[in-house]
Nanobody, 126 residues
Framework: QVQVAESGGGLVQAGGSLRLSCAAY????????VGWFRQAPGKEREFVAS????????YYADSVKGRFTISRDNTKNAVDLQMNSLKPEDTAVYYC???????????????????WGQGTQVTVSS
């Protein structure tokens, strides 16, 4: 079993940057693909980015490609999401999730096998 917890959210002006972190607990984390989703008020939860268990492959939603970077350090059981050139439409609660043995691209569709965090709020002001 894996537990994940997000941190690093906050308020930033448009064009600014934030770095979110996902800390993981559990022996199988190094074999998990990890992803980020977000949910804005009144909208469906949507995929943001994901990374393969070894960090060797990443996958992004078109809306964040070129602005967000996902990375992981298995020695620290951590996955980060660097968000640059933030826009007001990036405002949402951001969730980290992990899935044992998954491919990064498969993480773009939620599964009942996912371990989710509680989320962290990101607010981008115009």
């Amino acid at each position: 079993q894996v537990q994940v917890a997000e941190s690093g959210g906050g308020l930033v002006q448009a064009g600014g940057s934030l770095r979110l972190s996902c800390a993981a607990y559990g022996r199988t984390f190094s074999s998990c693909a990890v992803g980020w989703f977000r949910q804005a008020p009144g909208k469906e939860r949507e995929f943001v980015a994901s990374v393969r268990w070894n960090g060797g492959y990443t996958y992004y939603a078109d809306s964040v490609k070129g602005r967000f970077t996902i990375s992981r350090d298995n020695t620290k059981n951590a996955v980060d999401l660097q968000m640059n050139s933030l826009k007001p439409e990036d405002t949402a609660v951001y969730y980290c999730l992990a899935r044992v043995g998954a491919d990064a691209q498969a993480m773009s569709v939620p599964s009942t096998d996912d371990y989710w965090g509680q989320g962290t709020q990101v607010t981008v002001s115009s």
